[in-house]
């Protein structure tokens, strides 16, 4: 009889399904093969393929699992009575024909040696940039195409800890000239879960993340954003990709478009995941096409805001943390577990004084804001940069406007004076792509054809704000792991393999980037739009001229009880979902503690727009309902 899927056990008991040549997929979205009713099941939870002379059940990442006979299984050949089970369903393979009636095969083992098993066509991919979206992308699609890929990853930031080629690959250190990033990054769940559970499992072990924020219409089956620190998901993906040495191949070194241009050429795919500032990309900009600035511009100039890093440990409560953070625009706090990065948006005029002095030349230098270095505290209080010898001038200047300003930002987050142990500061703009996909490469007689895709920054570079970087960049890397395993069956890539990818990618583009310019600009009631940075300086400078007059305390007492009213209103809107939030009188006694000019800064540059910046994340799953669908031949 031909090989069938039988219902074993369950609400689909009974019930045959026919494998042909196209996979038979499992899930709780309708248009799976096998629709199964349970919340507990991924949209595309598995599906069995013929590959060769057999089949194959994969897992496809899923969120709690696939077991085959009894036991948890990314990928397995199946043979005749295996049990697999999806949640509640079990089923069973089922296959025989005339021979396998009559005669037991296994009879025929001492006489005949096992055969050997092809590979099949192996997808050569390369990846140029081994950061946390180079290297998901290249486990997302190990766990999709197990032997039947092989990906190398390069990365300047990397070195060997032993000698010769047989060291393990890890990150290079401050004295190496790797300033690792410890900033907290959120992440929301539709693109946590969406990542292959082996590299879940190794993001978010305990004690690694925390909730902080509250679910929402981001969150997939009620579950929370989580916080963690971007060394951290360095780190483990770095790891769990050095354990896969048969199938990722980890180079250290930076790639190189001119010198790797026979490494591309031989490869099927290049996957650009530089970030923002990418070479790779640039290198090939008559492929992908120049960036249009034009769209994310005001009065003709592309905006673009500079934001001061402040590395901190905060005693407030996570409720009170983010109850604080949405009221205003000024500051942003990302921690984990009080710890992270406090984030000030800063002026146009406070940006120029973002500037490091070099003690022995005493001289200028812009490396804080133009690399961007991060200067760490020393015993003697100074913030030093490591890599050029310079100090943060605004810091040794203690009445300096700015630093005076610093102060206050601390003491709205409960941040002590001394658990201020490090500064940075990022430029932050965005553009327009007009796509992500190129052929970079024709095919030849000994080479397959190159396809280029832009993931991650290098794709979509996202004002932080919002905190949507790091998701669309996953969701990029997901989208294109999805539409190779989907597509890959040995023959030469096409234009018309990409077509959901590609559509994947502008629907993040427009998704993400439009959030982000939402929290770049504000409109007044007349509906005329301005930068908030704009309003911040404005704001400061009513401050200034308010303590001048007369009616300097009537105007703290108008601020302070207009942003109670602002907080009140939020509070309420969050309470249901963030449990902890402080009463009024907490509120109105941290408050008193700030200056007339940061509570007046802090109104003017307005609450978070969570109409316009919150809703849904980009649901890339609509585009791979039917991810093993046959490709035309």
């Given at each position: ?34 629709v ?36 948890r ?9 295996d ?95 790797n ?48 916080n ?28 190189d ?12 795919v ?50 009170m943390?983010?109850l ?35 003690p ?17 505290r ?45 500064v ?9 792509r ?107 400078t009513?401050?200034a ?51 007339g ?32 669908a046959?490709?035309?031949?």
């Amino acid at each position: 009889m031909p090989p069938e899927i039988v219902g074993h056990r369950g609400a689909l008991a009974g019930q045959r399904f026919a494998i042909g040549s196209k996979p038979l997929t499992f899930g709780r979205r309708s248009g799976n093969s096998v629709v199964i009713s349970d919340a507990s099941i991924s949209r595309l939870h598995a599906e069995v393929r013929r590959e060769g002379h057999g089949f194959v059940l994969y897992d496809r990442g899923s969120a709690n699992g696939t077991l085959v006979n009894g036991e948890r299984a990314t990928s397995h050949v199946l043979q005749p009575g295996d049990l697999f089970t999806i949640g509640e369903e079990s089923f069973c393979f089922e296959a025989a024909d005339p021979m396998e009636t009559i005669l037991d095969l296994s009879v025929l083992d001492a006489l005949t040696p096992p055969p050997v098993e092809e590979p099949g066509p192996v997808l050569e991919v390369t990846v140029s940039g081994g950061g946390p979206v180079g290297l998901a992308f290249a486990l997302q699609l190990e766990s999709l195409l197990g032997r039947r890929v092989h990906i190398t990853v390069y990365d300047g930031r990397w070195t060997r800890d032993g000698d010769g080629d047989g060291g393990r690959v890890v990150w290079k250190d401050a004295k190496q000239g790797n300033v690792r990033r410890q900033q907290v990054v959120t992440v929301q769940s539709r693109q946590y879960m969406g990542l292959a559970e082996e590299i879940r499992e190794r993001l978010f072990q305990e004690g690694e993340y925390s909730e902080m924020w509250p679910s929402g219409a981001d969150s997939v089956d009620g579950r929370a954003p989580r916080n963690i620190r971007i060394a951290h998901v360095e780190d483990a993906l770095l790891e769990l990709a050095g354990e896969k040495s048969g199938r990722i191949r980890l180079v250290p070194e930076r790639f190189d478009a001119v010198e790797h241009r026979e490494v591309a050429a031989a490869s099927h795919v290049l996957a650009v995941c530089e970030g923002g500032r990418s070479r790779t990309r640039e290198h090939f900009a008559g492929k992908f096409g120049r960036a249009d600035s034009s769209i994310y511009s005001l009065d003709g100039a592309h905006l673009q805001d500079v934001v001061l890093g402040l590395k901190v440990k905060s005693g407030l409560s996570d409720p009170m943390s983010v109850l604080l953070t949405v009221s205003q625009n000024r500051f942003l706090l990302n921690s984990l577990r009080g710890e992270g990065f406090l984030n000030m948006r800063l002026t146009d005029s406070e940006a120029r004084e973002v500037v490091g002095i070099d003690p022995v030349r005493q001289v200028f230098e812009e490396c804080i804001a133009s690399r961007p270095c991060v200067m760490n505290r020393g015993a003697d209080g100074d913030f030093l940069c490591d890599t050029h010898r310079t100090l943060f001038l605004p810091a040794l200047i203690k009445s300096s406007a700015l630093w005076k300003r610093v102060g206050e930002g601390l003491r709205l987050f409960g941040v002590a004076e001394e658990d201020l142990t490090a500064v940075t500061a990022f430029r932050l703009d965005m553009v327009q792509r007009t796509r992500f996909t190129a052929r970079l490469y024709a095919a030849t007689a000994s080479t397959p054809g190159t396809y280029g895709f832009l993931l991650g920054d290098a794709a979509n570079a996202i004002h932080f704000w919002p905190g949507r970087g790091l998701n669309s960049g996953l969701a990029s890397a997901v989208s294109l792991a999805w539409t190779l395993s989907g597509t890959w069956r040995g023959r030469p890539l096409r234009d018309a393999d990409f077509v959901r990818h590609e559509a994947a990618m502008s629907m993040l583009q427009y998704r993400h980037k439009s959030r982000a310019w939402n929290a770049m600009i504000t409109t007044d009631g007349n509906g005329e739009t301005a930068a908030i940075k704009e309003v911040i300086e404005q704001g400061i400078t009513e401050a200034a001229d308010s303590a001048e007059g007369p009616h300097s305390t009537h105007s703290r007492e108008a601020d302070l009880e207009a942003l109670m009213d602002q907080l009140r209103s939020i509070r309420d809107r969050l309470a249901p979902r963030l449990p902890g939030m402080p009463d009024d009188a907490q509120l109105r006694a941290h408050l008193e503690t700030l200056r007339g000019e940061t509570l007046h800064t802090l109104l003017r540059s307005g609450p978070w727009d969570t109409r316009t910046v919150g809703g849904e994340e980009v649901d890339i799953d609509i585009f791979y309902a039917q991810q093993g669908a046959a490709v035309a031949a």
